[in-house]
């Protein structure tokens, strides 16, 4: 069983147009994250919130927006695209916020921006 | 801002040598942790260091600890292909996000 599963995998998409991607964990976690990987491979918390509370809101454009339905769920939704928003963005869990337990990665999605 | 830094950056070495990647970290910390990341793939998790002078091995790979220098390492030893990968160590403290290093690419040549 996937522990922390991400959709899609790949996201082509025009600039301009409004995208969302999907995480669930089924690790009973109650600190889910999402971090942005840039093509230097350079990897960058956005947000993180924990039992659907919202902890964490780095600088990130306010086209970013979170949502976290339950403990095992948190999206993203990336309003009027831009070229740079093209990344690998992972969704992660823990199992609380503070924990010293590592944080487990889901496969990411490959957003590109065209 | 802690600020992490790994070097090299990226590491080309042949089968059978040892090598040492490095991860220096600018503020205090509670806890940090090595993963690894392939081609396209998520990030695996190697080993989660708590305390000054912890050592972790697995397999080929042994990780340590030093709070009071704020460094750890990655030893690899007689290093086989399969570790050809990129390796990030990862650095948090209380209740502060983690902070990732820029990674090391290292490639194991035949």
């Known amino acids: 069983d996937t522990a922390v599963s991400q959709t899609p995998k790949y996201l082509v998409t025009q600039m301009g147009n409004d995208k969302s991607i999907k995480c669930e964990q089924n690790?009973?976690?109650?600190?889910m994250y999402w971090y942005k990987q840039d093509s230097k491979k350079f990897l960058k918390i956005m947000f993180s919130?924990?039992?659907?509370?919202?902890?964490i809101n780095e600088t990130v454009p306010n086209r970013f927006s979170p949502k976290s339905p339950d403990k095992a769920h948190l999206n993203l939704h990336i309003n009027s695209l831009e070229l740079g928003d093209s990344a690998v963005y992972f969704c992660?869990?823990?199992?609380?916020?503070?924990?010293?337990?590592?944080?487990?990665f889901g496969p990411g999605t490959r957003l590109t921006v065209l | 801002e802690l600020k992490v830094e790994q070097n090299p950056l990226f590491l080309s070495m042949q089968e059978g040598k040892n090598y040492t990647i490095y991860c220096n970290y600018s503020?205090?910390?509670?806890?940090l942790y090595w993963y690894r990341q392939d081609p396209g793939k998520s990030l695996e998790s190697l080993f989660v260091?708590?305390?000054?002078?912890a050592v972790k091995q697995e397999g080929r790979l042994m990780a340590s600890l030093d709070t009071k220098a704020r460094l750890s390492t990655l030893h690899i030893t007689a290093a086989v292909h399969d570790l050809s990968a990129t390796y990030f160590c990862?650095?948090?403290?209380?209740?502060?996000?983690?902070?990732f290093g820029t990674g090391t690419r290292l490639t194991i040549i035949p």
């Open positions: 992660a869990s823990s199992q609380d916020w503070g924990s010293t337990d590592t944080q487990y």
């Open positions: 690790l009973g976690h109650d600190t």
């Open positions: 919130y924990n039992n659907k509370e919202l902890i």
């Open positions: 503020t205090t910390s509670d806890r």
């Open positions: 260091l708590l305390s000054n002078g």
């Open positions: 990862a650095v948090g403290f209380g209740n502060e996000k983690l902070t």
